[in-house]
């Protein structure tokens, strides 16, 4: 059952000890004051009822809630009737604001850093703030809980022993491309967020890039609309006017199969070797099957290397040319 909602959070003015409280299933729970220093505490990216215990005893126990938003953090503290003094830090006004909670805790105070959903400082303004808090000596405390990145790797039924956060891609199209290109020479399983306006866009580079791979599309996760797409890339791309854009996008892309990726001069050797008997589209995708890398950037390396070949038969036969012409003359 819900606690009733009450109207006791304020953005000005400081919390009492007396209003160290909050509500759960409509008892009232008294919060000890939090230890000085900087809590980061993670809250929940989509179902409020994914808040911690510990989490809410630390909100309520802080005398400043630091937040992104103080309008999606309030739907947390009212939910909760939790009273907070809430005070707006995010990227816009993160210079102002860090100097002024670094004075607070030089007077002892206890913060909490919140984002507007999961776990502060992951794709979230913070890092800054933490590294100076760390510098003037104070404590940092982190409180574990909620993420986007750990809930889509847990359902997307791939390998998790190894894997690479990356966050936003590039709006761009060729930066984005280009970037997928990096990130597919990597032998774990990635990790992206994507915004919904993007997401179908992004699915089709991924298709030219690592096609093959299994992936997972995690849309909305905890939320009432939460949906997961589990396929290979290339499938997930071609059914792409089926899914719904609306919401937030977290993209699991698999590690290649069975394979590691060839380092660059390596693979070199292999498409020289190759083209000395086969045709660049033979060779391309030779390379392709055993080096783990990208078809597009095979390719694109496999003209080089065929037209740097073309020069150097051109230079011998001039040079055998050459000899022959000195021979005749003597």
């Given at each position: 059952m819900r606690a009733k909602a009450v109207s006791t959070n304020t953005t000005e003015g400081v919390t009492g000890t007396s209003a160290r409280t909050f509500s759960l299933g409509g008892h009232v729970l008294t919060?000890?004051?939090?230890?000085?220093?900087?809590?980061?505490?993670?809250?929940?990216?989509?179902?409020?009822?994914?808040?911690?215990?510990?989490?809410?005893?630390?909100?309520?126990?802080?005398?400043?809630?630091?937040?992104?938003?103080?309008?999606?953090?309030?739907?947390?503290?009212?939910?909760?009737?939790?009273?907070a003094l809430l005070k707006p830090y995010h990227e816009h006004n993160a210079a102002l604001a860090r100097p002024k909670i670094l004075e607070r805790l030089a007077q002892g105070a206890s913060i909490a850093l919140v984002s507007d959903a999961g776990t502060p400082l992951i794709s979230d303004p913070g890092f800054k703030l933490v590294r100076e808090v760390c510098a003037a000596g104070h404590q940092v405390i982190a409180l574990p809980g909620p993420s986007s990145v750990l809930a889509a790797l847990a359902v997307a039924a791939l390998p998790t022993d190894r894997f690479y956060f990356e966050g936003f891609l590039p709006?761009?199209?060729?930066?984005?491309?280009?970037?997928?290109?990096?990130?597919?020479?990597?032998?774990?399983?990635?990790?992206?967020?994507?915004?919904?306006?993007?997401?179908?866009?992004?699915?089709?580079?991924?298709?030219?890039?690592?096609?093959?791979?299994?992936?997972?599309?995690?849309?909305?996760?905890?939320?009432?609309?939460?949906?997961?797409?589990?396929?290979?890339?290339?499938?997930?791309?071609?059914?792409?006017?089926?899914?719904?854009?609306?919401?937030?996008?977290?993209?699991?892309?698999?590690?290649?199969?069975?394979?590691?990726?060839?380092?660059?001069?390596?693979?070199?050797?292999?498409?020289?070797s190759s083209l000395q008997r086969d045709s660049v589209k033979d060779a391309v995708a030779h390379a392709v099957e055993l080096s783990g890398r990208p078809r597009r950037e095979i390719y694109a390396r496999a003209l080089e290397l065929a037209k740097e070949t073309d020069k150097e038969l051109v230079k011998e036969a001039d040079k055998r040319a050459e000899a022959e012409g000195d021979d005749g003359k003597d």
């Open positions: 919060a000890p004051k939090a230890a000085p220093g900087l809590h980061l505490v993670a809250t929940p990216i989509g179902n409020l009822g994914d808040i911690t215990l510990r989490a809410l005893e630390t909100l309520a126990g802080v005398d400043i809630i630091a937040c992104e938003d103080t309008r999606i953090t309030r739907r947390l503290t009212e939910r909760y009737a939790i009273a709006s761009k199209e060729t930066a984005r491309r280009a970037r997928l290109t990096e990130l597919a020479r990597i032998d774990a399983t990635l990790v992206m967020f994507e915004s919904g306006n993007r997401v179908q866009d992004t699915l089709a580079d991924l298709a030219g890039i690592m096609g093959a791979r299994d992936a997972a599309i995690c849309r909305e996760m905890t939320k009432m609309h939460e949906e997961v797409r589990r396929a290979p890339v290339s499938e997930l791309a071609r059914a792409v006017d089926t899914l719904e854009t609306r919401g937030e996008f977290v993209l699991v892309i698999g590690p290649p199969a069975g394979t590691q990726i060839m380092a660059e001069h390596e693979l070199d050797d292999l498409l020289r």
